[in-house]
C-alpha cells in the first residue's frame, strides 16, 4: 500500500474518510488518526494524542494519507460520526487494553469510565468503527508480541504516575499497531486477518519511509 503524500496529494483529494499516518520526528513511533469531511466542509483530522488529549484539527503536512476502502455510504457514516464525537468534547482516556464497546452508537459518547481503559491512537479509530458495526481487523488473532511490550512500558512511563499505574495494569495486552489499523481502514477487503495485515502494515511503513526526507 502507498501513503499518499501532500503537496502532491492534497487533503482535499480525500473521498469522505481517510486514514493519517506520520511518523514522529527523531523517533521510529508512528501515529495515526482518521481524516474526514462531512456536510461538504473541509478535511480536518480527530486523533487521540494522548491521555484526555483529544483533538480536532487540520491536518499539517507531515501527515500521510490513504484513502478509506469502504464504500460511499459507510464512508458517510463514519465521517458523519467523527463529526457527532468531536461535538461532544468527551474527555478519551489513554489505555492499552481493547474489548467492547467504547462509543455509543446513537449519540458518540465515550462509555468507559475506568482509568487505564481507554484507547491509544489505533484503537480511537478501532472502536469509532466497531461503534458502528465495522469491524477492521479480526482482533482474536492478534497475538502478543515482546516488542509491544517494551512500547507499552516506555509509554506507561511518560504518564503521569496515577494514569501510568493504571495503564500498567493492562500492560502485555495485545497491542494493535498504527501501520496495521491504517491497512484495514485502507482495505476494501475487511475485516483482515492478522497474516495479512501485518504484510499490508510492512509496505504501507516502507512508503511512508521512502516519503520523507532523508536525513543528514
Not at 129 to 146: A, F, M, N, Q, V
Amino acid at each position: 500500500m502507498r501513503v499518499r503524500v501532500p503537496p502532491a496529494n492534497p487533503f482535499d483529494e480525500i473521498q469522505e474518510l481517510a486514514v493519517a499516518i506520520r511518523k514522529w520526528p527523531n523517533s521510529t513511533q508512528l501515529h495515526v488518526g482518521l481524516l474526514y469531511k462531512a456536510d461538504a466542509t473541509q478535511v480536518m483530522l480527530c486523533h487521540l494524542r494522548t491521555h484526555f488529549d483529544f483533538r480536532n484539527e487540520l491536518p499539517s503536512a507531515d501527515y500521510r494519507w490513504l484513502q478509506s476502502g469502504l464504500d460511499r455510504l459507510n464512508r458517510d457514516l463514519i465521517a458523519a460520526y467523527c463529526q457527532l464525537i468531536v461535538r461532544r468534547k468527551d474527555r478519551i482516556p489513554f489505555g492499552f487494553q481493547f474489548s467492547g464497546e467504547y462509543f455509543s452508537p446513537v449519540s458518540g459518547e465515550y462509555l468507559r469510565s475506568g482509568m487505564g481503559e481507554g484507547l491509544t491512537c489505533s484503537t480511537f479509530i478501532l472502536a469509532v468503527h466497531r461503534s458502528l458495526g465495522l469491524e477492521l481487523l479480526i482482533c482474536d488473532e492478534w497475538p502478543k508480541r515482546p516488542d509491544d511490550i517494551d512500547w507499552q512500558i516506555e509509554m506507561a512511563s511518560k504518564l503521569n504516575p496515577w494514569v501510568g499505574d493504571a495503564a500498567a495494569r493492562h500492560i502485555g495486552d495485545v497491542r494493535f499497531r498504527p501501520e496495521e489499523v491504517a491497512a484495514g481502514v485502507a482495505s476494501r477487503d475487511t475485516p483482515l486477518k492478522f497474516q495479512t495485515a501485518e504484510l499490508l502494515a510492512k509496505s504501507i511503513v516502507r512508503s511512508l519511509d521512502r516519503s520523507y526526507p532523508k536525513s543528514k
